[in-house]
């Protein structure tokens, strides 16, 4: 995790941790029955995604999942009003 933080923190971009209760309740494109049953959500990035940019936020895409199948991604935003 030290590593991670500090390569966000060089690029200057926040870090949030994101219990599973919030996980759990987002709505995700995404439905992984091995993370549904694991961590309770369909995709953990996508959820992760949604829960940090805050309520009303939108997935850009569905996850991106790394060619090793080891990582996954997703990207939401916030539009402000």
Known sequence: MAAFTSFAAGLGLPVHAVDAATLSRQE?????????????????AEAA??????????LLAPRVVSQDGLATCALAKRDET
Do not use: I, Y
């Not at 995700?28 to 959500?41: C, D, E, L």
């Not at 995604?49 to 939108?58: D, E, I, K, Q, S």
């Open 28 to 44: 995700t494109r995404t439905q992984s029955k091995p993370s549904r049953a694991a961590r309770g959500t369909g995709s953990v």
């Open 49 to 58: 995604a949604l829960a940090a940019a805050g309520p009303g936020a939108r």
